[in-house]
């Protein structure tokens, strides 16, 4: 079965700062890969999507990488907000022609003012 | 901007009782999808619908679970005998085309008493 975890699972930082949120994943067919932020018993949503061809994606303050090699993705937040404060989930399309996403837990991020 | 809207926000059920819980999808979306998130734990991927008939369907869609899209807008989930343990925020995604990005709604949290 394919896993995914993102380290660490909560995470505190000062406003001002930038930080990079970590999701491994096993399965070395990876597709796509999407990051989400999830607000308190809300949905979800898409912050970036990178596809299987890319290596980065940039929005804004947000800059998403992905090395399917090692099976990493990282999410870069430059100069973190207290709005930034939510979970961060990241999730994939295997490439074996699957159309659902496998999620990791999240990393629940805090930013304190 | 268009969203993925979802119908209702909360639902209470006798265990036993079937439920029906309703997704307007993104209007050019071709591709909906069914995730559940029970508390505390990871988001789950349950069925994935294209062109009238399920792409996949996990381990979780079982007999008990059927879709449908009764007609050009909605996208509707139905546990035809609930359980304790279907008790979860339930999500309606769409994505434009096939492993693309998903678009995810609000959710609706299911309660089985």
């Known amino acids: 079965k394919q896993e995914v975890t993102q380290i660490p699972a909560a995470l505190s930082v000062p406003e001002g700062e930038n930080l990079v949120l970590n999701c491994s994943f096993t399965?070395?067919?990876?597709?796509?890969l999407q990051w989400f932020r999830q607000d308190p018993g809300k949905g979800l949503t898409s912050l970036l999507l990178?596809?299987?061809?890319?290596r980065e994606q940039t929005s804004g303050r947000l800059n998403a990488s992905l090395d399917k090699s090692s099976g990493r993705s990282t999410l870069y937040i430059a100069a973190s907000q207290p709005g930034d404060s939510a979970t961060y989930l990241c999730?994939?399309?295997?490439?074996?022609?699957?159309?659902?996403?496998?999620f990791g837990k999240g990393t629940k991020l805090s930013v304190i003012p | 901007e268009p969203e993925v809207t979802q119908t209702p926000s909360h639902q209470v059920t006798q265990m036993g009782q079937e439920v029906i819980l309703r997704c307007v999808p993104i209007?050019?979306?071709?591709?909906f999808y069914w995730y559940r998130q029970i508390l505390g734990q990871k988001v789950e991927f349950l069925v994935s619908?294209?062109?009238?008939?399920?792409?996949?369907k996990s381990e979780i869609f079982d007999d008990q679970f059927s879709v449908e899209r009764p007609d050009g807008s909605n996208f509707t989930l139905k546990i035809r005998s609930t359980k304790l343990e279907d008790s979860a925020m339930y999500f309606c995604?769409?994505?434009?085309?096939?492993?693309?990005?998903?678009?995810f709604g609000p959710g609706t949290r299911l309660t089985v008493t």
């Open positions: 995604a769409s994505s434009e085309e096939g492993r693309t990005e998903q678009y």
């Open positions: 399965d070395s067919a990876i597709y796509n």
């Open positions: 990178i596809q299987s061809s890319q």
């Open positions: 999730a994939y399309y295997s490439g074996a022609g699957s159309y659902q996403l496998t």
């Open positions: 209007s050019n979306h071709l591709y």
């Open positions: 619908f294209y062109n009238n008939e399920i792409s996949e």
